[in-house]
């Protein structure tokens, strides 16, 4: 998968990949004002998500496993408040606990094996309150056999790094029993004007193409995950 995430690499923010434009506009509504906050960007990919808040004023800390991913990303952002990471997301985060006001993680999600882990971490290096918003392709996509895929521009080939068919059930409550309280959960279809713009969406105006979950480090201890 990481050697699928370098080669894609070098098209990710040329391929009309509707998603990301999709995401976008929903990721930083629900971030807010980001001015003087810590931010952690988990599977940054180019820095699509980082390059913005470092230019909204925040402090980020941006990790991904994969080396093709992250050149791109420091080259686009050269601002001192951001540091990159080499870290693999099925490890523990290497960040102190309580040390982030706030989370995102760009479409990243079907490509972990164990969401509770995930977000358990994600839970662990945010301070109180702290707020967390996720991004993922919407199950609902697996549906209709879709997946993370690029065209690679040296063989011309679809390749597709690798996908874990979650439920959206299960992506939720990952999130609850890892600590967060839900403060929205965003299914996200395009429109015809939006499929105008990218054809690759065309066919699927009006179907859920993105979830996107709002959530806060909630007061306590997480709930134990159930026995398979
Ligand atoms: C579809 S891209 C999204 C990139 C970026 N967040 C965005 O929204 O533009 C998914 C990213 O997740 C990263 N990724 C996938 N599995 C990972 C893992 N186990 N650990 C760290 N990063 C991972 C990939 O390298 C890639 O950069």
């Given at each position: 998968m990481?050697?699928?995430?370098?080669?894609?690499?070098?098209?990710?923010?040329?391929?009309?990949?509707?998603?990301?434009a999709?995401?976008?506009?929903c990721?930083?509504?629900?971030?807010g004002?980001?001015?003087?906050?810590?931010v952690?960007?988990?599977?940054?990919g180019?820095g699509?998500?980082?390059?913005w808040?470092?230019?909204?004023?925040?402090?980020?800390?941006?990790?991904?496993?994969?080396?093709?991913?992250?050149?791109?990303a420091?080259?686009?952002?050269?601002?001192?408040?951001?540091?990159?990471?080499v870290?693999?997301l099925?490890e523990p985060?290497?960040?102190g606990?309580?040390?982030?006001?706030?989370?995102?993680?760009?479409l990243?999600?079907?490509?972990?094996?164990?969401l509770?882990?995930?977000?358990?971490e994600?839970?662990?290096?945010l301070?109180p309150?702290?707020?967390?918003?996720v991004?993922?392709?919407h199950?609902?996509m697996?549906?209709?056999?879709?997946?993370?895929?690029?065209?690679?521009?040296?063989?011309g080939?679809?390749?597709?790094p690798?996908?874990?068919?979650?439920?959206?059930?299960?992506?939720?409550?990952?999130a609850?029993?890892?600590?967060?309280?839900l403060?929205d959960?965003?299914e996200?279809?395009?429109?015809?004007?939006?499929?105008r713009?990218?054809?690759r969406?065309?066919?699927?105006?009006?179907?859920p193409?993105?979830?996107?979950?709002?959530?806060?480090?909630?007061?306590?201890?997480?709930?134990?995950?159930?026995?398979?």
């Open positions: 990481r050697d699928g995430y370098d080669r894609w690499a070098l098209v990710y923010d040329h391929d009309a990949n509707p998603l990301p999709l995401e976008e506009p990721v930083r509504a629900a971030l004002d980001v001015r003087g906050l810590d952690v960007d988990l599977g940054c180019t699509r998500h980082t390059a808040l470092a230019e909204a004023g925040a402090r980020v800390t941006a990790l991904d496993f994969s080396a093709g991913m992250l050149e791109r420091r080259r686009k952002v050269a601002a001192a408040t951001v540091r990159f990471l870290h693999d099925h985060l290497p960040l606990d309580a040390s982030f006001d706030a989370a995102v993680s760009g990243v999600l079907e490509h972990l094996r164990d509770g882990a995930f977000f358990t994600v839970r662990r290096v301070r309150s702290g707020q967390a918003v991004s993922a392709m199950p609902a697996f549906l209709r056999d879709s997946r993370a895929r690029f065209t690679d521009p040296d063989t080939a679809i390749e597709t690798g996908s874990v068919r979650y439920r959206c059930g299960e992506v939720v409550m990952a609850v029993r890892a600590g967060f309280a403060e959960v965003g996200h279809a395009p429109d015809a004007a939006f499929a713009r990218y054809p969406a065309e066919r699927y105006v009006g179907w193409m993105l979830l996107v979950l709002v959530l806060r480090a909630a007061a306590g201890r997480p709930a134990p995950t159930p026995a398979p």
